[in-house]
């Protein structure tokens, strides 16, 4: 079996791993490089077989619908087919149906598959495990070949809300692993300790009770967040949001495919707004779920100050890069409580203690050296990009 990372031994982002036998190629992601800086313009993967010449791949398979891990797919060439997880290619839709209708059209004819029922693209056996990130229907997969085994992790976390099921997940289904894959985001910021995801929604639901008209800046597509904070609504309170977000909420709710109590159905309003807020939530009081477009930003600005509350529920970086938004929550009350989508340094050795596997090759990460030395007793390749690694 032939490993080669295209892209993410050394950054966080626009993510694509190749693993071949004699007969298959495939590959696992496709992502689209993220940068905070708007001027930098995104490398598009380069692929011989893959994104140019004659087709040579026999599948992609998506590990979650983050853009740094499809969004690329417009490049890969159309006769390639795609393979995702049955509610991540719904949500992917919606996105894409409003930021990139290419991406649209390429996600339109993708198969899926659902957690724990592994598939095959020619001699390659892959399982898909649903694993805790800030994404929903979120996958790692093991991958098996020629008689060796592989875990590419994707983008995980061990502090989120379904954290208790990876013992079994490790035991049941992963195994002897001879690569492990993972992702290693943390690894290069200095914090050691992780705000869990139940700390997190304990403390919005707190930050709720404080102000009359509550704004909850968080993304999107951050189901688990999003659920937590509207099944924990006080009752004389409904929750707001706009069409885009209000498609993507009833989709979860509504999906057929994916069995979570996080994601059912339940007694408190869900209310579509599109214009300015009416009269009687003026004079209740709501819990309205934005972004930090320009639109949201004079939406909370047309309201008096001292009946306002936001929480900012996301990764702080963005905000240096958002004026209009730095001098919003500079202004307005703001709680900042976030909880990352992305394994803690700590937790990530307790992992590899526990899959226990004979080689690890970090991704996801603008520095795998520290893994080095988070576990030095183990073999842990740090490779380069397009660099072959044979097993
Ligand atoms: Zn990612
Ligand atoms: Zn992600």
């Not at 020629?146 to 992963?174: A, P, W």
């Not at 993304?219 to 999003?226: E, F, K, L, V, Y």
């Not at 100050?305 to 730095?326: C, F, H, P, Q």
Request: proline share 4%.
């Amino acid at each position: 079996m032939n490993i080669i990372i295209h892209r993410g031994t050394h950054q966080i982002g626009g993510s694509a791993i190749e693993i071949s036998t004699k007969s298959t190629r495939i590959m696992l992601d496709f992502g689209k490089e993220l940068s905070l800086d708007e001027k930098y313009i995104p490398e598009n993967l380069d692929i011989e077989g893959v994104t140019a010449g004659v087709p040579n791949c026999d599948g992609i398979v998506i590990s979650h619908y983050h853009m740094d891990h499809l969004g690329q797919l417009t490049s890969a060439l159309p006769e390639i087919p795609l393979y995702m997880g049955a509610l991540s290619k719904e949500v992917a839709m919606i996105a894409a149906e409003y930021q990139d209708k290419d991406l649209y059209l390429r996600l339109l004819g993708a198969n899926t598959f659902c957690g724990g029922e592994a598939f095959s693209i020619g001699d390659i056996r892959i399982r898909p495990l649903v694993i805790d990130h800030s994404a929903a229907d979120n996958y790692m997969f093991v991958i098996e070949a020629e008689g060796k085994r592989v875990l590419y992790t994707g983008d995980f976390r061990m502090h989120g809300l379904r954290h208790h099921v990876l013992h079994k997940l490790v035991n049941t289904y992963i195994g002897e692993i001879d690569v492990l894959i993972t992702e290693g985001t943390l690894l290069s910021r200095d914090a050691d300790d992780c705000i869990s995801e139940v700390a997190v929604l304990e403390d919005i639901s707190s930050y709720i009770q404080d102000g009359k008209y509550v704004f909850v800046m968080c993304s999107s597509t951050n189901i688990d967040r999003i659920m937590g904070i509207w099944q924990n609504m006080p009752s004389d309170k409904v929750l707001i949001c706009d069409a885009y977000q209000k498609r993507i909420l009833d989709t979860v709710i509504n999906n057929v495919y994916y069995e979570s109590s996080l994601y059912r159905r339940h007694d408190r309003p869900l209310v579509l707004n599109k214009g300015p807020y009416p009269k009687y939530y003026m004079n209740h009081g709501f819990v309205s779920l934005v972004r930090g477009t320009e639109n949201f930003i004079s939406q909370i600005k047309a309201l008096p100050k001292d009946d306002v509350r936001i929480i900012y529920s996301m990764w702080t970086g963005y905000i240096e890069e958002n004026l209009a938004l730095k001098a919003l929550l500079e202004t307005y009350p703001t709680y900042i409580c976030h909880a990352s989508g992305h394994v803690a340094k700590d937790d990530l050795t307790k992992f590899i203690e526990l899959v226990n596997p004979d080689a690890i090759i970090p991704v996801h990460t603008d520095n795998p050296e520290r893994l080095e030395e988070l576990a030095p007793h183990r073999n842990v390749y740090v490779v380069n990009d397009n660099e072959p690694f044979i097993i």
